[in-house]
């Protein structure tokens, strides 16, 4: 029988085998239990098979569409963030006379850190007892009360932002950094040869080149804040009072402390569209900014 199975096809046996046992066989159980009332506390559920009734839950559920704002909002702000910051941080290193390759290396560090360990770092940080910020808010003067970072909504929100760029600004800082060292200096010289300001020169000749790289950033970005979990698990737990709950702590609530396994694997597959569908939008716009390179350069 394995004579006739084609020598490629043999050798790829194992990771095939394997592949189906970790990723494909989860992924279709959990896509047959969303269509089921399943929960941890019943096992016997699983088989119960009822149709579309938990995506019809999660329409109408409020909640849901809360978090999924919140991670939106999260996510535009984030991604705005990180790439403002990426861009100044990969211009700085890009005009460096000297050292360049240890900076770029020490600009890899952060995104080196677990988001677990981020997390319980800028736990600490915000912490409104011993924290860091607190400490050196009041030693300067600023404040003379503790400021409750993770105990009020908005506050605890900040947090989490605060936290997501300064672990992923480096993402956008490379990428960018690589475009710089990737592009052509010739149309620079002859935009300062008509006269073109330093600013002129960036927005109408360095940035559009740019742009398809920030937009890879982007669509790496938005998938990692799309499905947000370890930092504001860490920092908040979705608290205060839900305040800072996002998709995939409510799909993690719903499954592990509410024990509704069934609801939970039809949230996670809807975050899932959504956050394809805001893969497509950016690989649209990176498409877009490729052509109008491909046009003028």
């Given amino acids: 029988m394995l004579k006739k199975i084609p020598t490629p096809v043999l050798l790829l046996l194992p990771a095939i085998v394997v592949l189906a046992a970790v990723v494909l066989f989860p992924l279709l159980l959990s896509l047959y239990s969303s269509f089921t009332p399943f929960r941890l506390t019943k096992p016997q559920s699983l088989f119960i098979f009822f149709g579309f009734r938990n995506y019809a839950r999660i329409l109408a559920n409020l909640d849901f569409w809360i978090a999924f704002g919140r991670t939106v909002v999260l996510l535009t702000i ?44 800028f736990k600490f940080m915000f912490n409104d007892n011993v924290g860091l910020i607190n400490n050196a808010l009041q030693s300067l003067g600023i404040t003379e009360t503790a400021i409750p970072w993770l105990i009020d909504g908005n506050l605890a929100l900040f947090s989490i932002v605060v936290a997501e760029v300064w672990s992923s600004t480096s993402v956008f800082a490379i990428l960018i950094l690589a475009g710089l060292l990737a592009m052509p200096q010739e149309p620079v010289e002859a935009a300062k040869v008509d006269g073109c300001t330093p600013l002129q020169t960036f927005r109408y000749v360095t940035w559009p080149f740019l742009m398809p790289f920030a937009y890879i950033a982007m669509t790496i970005r938005s998938l990692d804040v799309a499905r947000a979990y370890d930092i504001v698990k860490i920092m908040s737990d979705g608290g205060p009072a839900g305040r800072t709950e996002l998709l995939w702590t409510l799909v993690g609530r719903t499954a592990y402390s509410d024990a509704q396994m069934g609801l939970a694997n039809a949230m996670a597959y809807v975050s899932i569209l959504l956050s394809i569908l805001f893969t497509v939008y950016f690989f649209r716009k990176l498409a877009a900014a490729r052509a109008s390179i491909a046009a003028e350069w």
């Fill in 78 to 121: 984030a991604l705005n963030l990180e790439m403002l910051l990426g861009l100044g941080l990969a211009l700085l290193v890009n005009k460096a006379t000297m050292g360049k390759r240890a900076l770029r290396t020490i600009m890899m560090f952060p995104m080196m850190f677990s988001p677990i360990l981020v997390g319980f770092q």
